[in-house]
């Protein structure tokens, strides 16, 4: 199985502040790497997939890159609905594996 | 508006089973792969179950495998997952979620809870 490690754990961020994320897959998935936003007691949305592509009204502060292995997520300059915890997700191979998370905090 | 719901968590005992359902509208349903993902009280998400749009071809994770069986209707839009020999750890937030060609879950349900106890 691919396994995949995020980082950090946890981030606290101030309004305005750009953050990174990043994710790694244990072996190459290609760009078959995606994002997902999750809020307290609602299920995930996805945010960006293959990488780098934006789905249907995310907003553009919100950007992935990567390939390969390596992949992150950056939000620029942070909103107040933007505070959550992120996944990344490998659908490069079965089983579909996700990251531990990334809790997006206020400072 | 392209939507999911679930049905079907509850409260059971352990070696128990329980089948959820979700129920699809807004989409052609028998177009999309559809997938079960697991959310256990404070964690991470947990991927869980797939299946193909002709069901041709099911997945599970190595944690259910042997236990659980995933199934589709597509003549009346329902996706089913059958939980059998049901575990403590078993216990979770189970979502369905629409495979957007292999490129993501672009639609999700709102959940239904599992607890094994």
């Known amino acids: 199985d691919v396994q995949m490690t995020q980082s950090p754990s946890s981030l606290s961020a101030s309004l305005g502040d750009t953050v990174t994320i990043t994710c790694r897959a244990s072996?190459?998935?290609?760009?078959?790497l995606n994002w997902y936003q999750q809020k307290p007691g609602k299920a995930p949305k996805l945010l960006i997939f293959a990488a780098s592509t934006l789905h249907n009204g995310v907003p553009s502060r919100f950007s992935g890159s990567g390939s390969g292995t390596d992949f992150t997520l950056t939000i620029n300059s942070l909103h107040l609905e933007d505070f959550a915890t992120y996944y990344c997700h490998q659908s490069d191979s079965s089983p579909d594996t996700f990251g531990q998370g990334t809790k997006l905090e206020i400072k | 508006e392209e939507q999911l719901v679930e049905s079907g968590g509850g409260l059971v005992k352990p070696g128990g089973s329980l089948r959820l359902s979700c129920s699809a509208s807004g989409f052609t349903f028998s177009s999309y792969s559809m997938n079960w993902v697991r959310q256990a009280p404070g964690k991470g998400l947990e991927w869980v179950s797939a299946?193909?749009?002709?069901?041709?071809?099911?997945y599970y994770a190595d944690s259910v495998k042997g236990r659980f069986t995933i199934s589709r209707d597509n003549s009346k839009n329902l996706l089913y997952l059958q939980m059998n020999s049901l575990r403590l750890e078993d216990t979770a937030v189970y979502y369905c979620?629409?495979?957007?060609?292999?490129?993501?879950?672009?639609?999700w349900g709102q959940g239904t809870t599992v607890i094994v106890s």
């Open positions: 979620a629409r495979d957007w060609g292999g490129t993501g879950m672009d639609v």
């Open positions: 299946i193909r749009d002709d069901t041709n071809y099911i």
């Open positions: 072996q190459i998935i290609r760009s078959h």
